[in-house]
């Protein structure tokens, strides 16, 4: 089956500091992939919707400026999260959708647990 | 008014019960619906997919949909203590992205 890997899956980063997370498509190209944050003992809310070659689409009270989307190939889309602080630290969670198998194609990253100190 | 919301639980059931789990949604013309399972501190995993009125089942897992009540429910048969997670009920409401409900914990008693 589709298989998207997510890395890092832990990270912590000092205030003020900027952070990367990967997401890759392995066997299948993704021409959209979407990022997802997820606090503790909530649901998955979407951030943004990442299109390959073009500019993200942010979902409602998502600073484009803060997370910066980038999904310059098929396989990889980038989200990284600029001058962290505190409230940022979340459980980050990408997906992508495999066109082969439908509406049913949609396949989550492993997720990445970010913590700002 | 939410666009998919979810019996809140959490729901404690005994081994060998029957889970049954609840969701309802907005968007009139959505037409494919999920299941997740989403164990602590893990991405969610897809146990079920439904898009045509009835019942699909796989397994110990029954999906059920009422397009007209806007309903699809999941029922887990002989729950296993490894079903103790939380289930997400998705929604695909126009083709191209999921919107997710609150998710209702579950915990079989061993």
């Given at each position: 089956g589709?298989v998207v890997s997510?890395?890092?899956s832990?990270?912590?980063?000092?205030?003020?500091?900027?952070?990367?997370?990967?997401?890759r498509?392995?066997?299948?190209?993704?021409?959209t992939?979407f990022?997802?944050?997820q606090?503790?003992?909530?649901?998955?809310?979407?951030?943004a919707?990442?299109?390959e070659g073009?500019?993200?689409?942010?979902?409602?009270?998502?600073?484009?400026?803060?997370?910066l989307?980038?999904h310059?190939?098929?396989?990889?889309?980038?989200?990284?999260?600029?001058?962290a602080?505190p409230e940022d630290?979340?459980?980050?969670?990408?997906s992508?959708?495999d066109?082969?198998?439908g509406?049913?194609?949609y396949?989550?990253?492993?997720?990445t647990r970010l913590?700002v100190? | 008014q939410?666009?998919v919301?979810?019996?809140?639980g959490?729901l404690s059931?005994?081994?060998?019960?029957i889970?049954?789990?609840?969701?309802?949604y907005?968007d009139r013309?959505?037409?494919?619906f999920f299941?997740?399972?989403q164990?602590?501190?893990k991405?969610p995993e897809?146990?079920?997919?439904?898009?045509?009125?009835?019942?699909?089942e796989d397994?110990?897992f029954?999906?059920?949909?009422n397009?007209?009540s806007?309903y699809?429910?999941?029922?887990?048969?002989?729950?296993?203590?490894?079903?103790?997670?939380?289930?997400?009920c998705?929604?695909n409401?126009?083709?191209?992205?999921?919107?997710?409900?609150?998710g209702?914990?579950?915990?079989v008693?061993?």
């Amino acid at each position: 089956g589709a298989v998207v890997s997510q890395h890092p899956s832990r990270v912590i980063c000092k205030s003020g500091t900027s952070v990367k997370i990967e997401c890759r498509s392995l066997d299948f190209q993704a021409t959209t992939m979407f990022w997802y944050r997820q606090f503790p003992k909530q649901s998955l809310m979407l951030m943004a919707t990442s299109n390959e070659g073009s500019k993200a689409t942010y979902e409602q009270g998502v600073e484009k400026d803060k997370f910066l989307i980038n999904h310059a190939s098929l396989t990889l889309s980038t989200l990284t999260v600029t001058s962290a602080h505190p409230e940022d630290s979340s459980f980050y969670i990408c997906s992508a959708r495999d066109q082969g198998q439908g509406v049913s194609g949609y396949t989550f990253g492993s997720g990445t647990r970010l913590t700002v100190v | 008014q939410k666009e998919v919301e979810q019996n809140s639980g959490p729901l404690s059931v005994p081994e060998g019960a029957i889970a049954s789990l609840n969701c309802t949604y907005s968007d009139r013309g959505s037409q494919s619906f999920f299941w997740y399972r989403q164990y602590s501190g893990k991405s969610p995993e897809l146990i079920m997919s439904i898009y045509s009125n009835g019942d699909k089942e796989d397994g110990r897992f029954t999906a059920q949909l009422n397009k007209a009540s806007q309903y699809v429910s999941l029922l887990i048969r002989d729950s296993q203590p490894s079903d103790s997670a939380t289930y997400l009920c998705a929604v695909n409401p126009n083709d191209y992205k999921l919107s997710f409900g609150a998710g209702t914990t579950v915990t079989v008693r061993a």
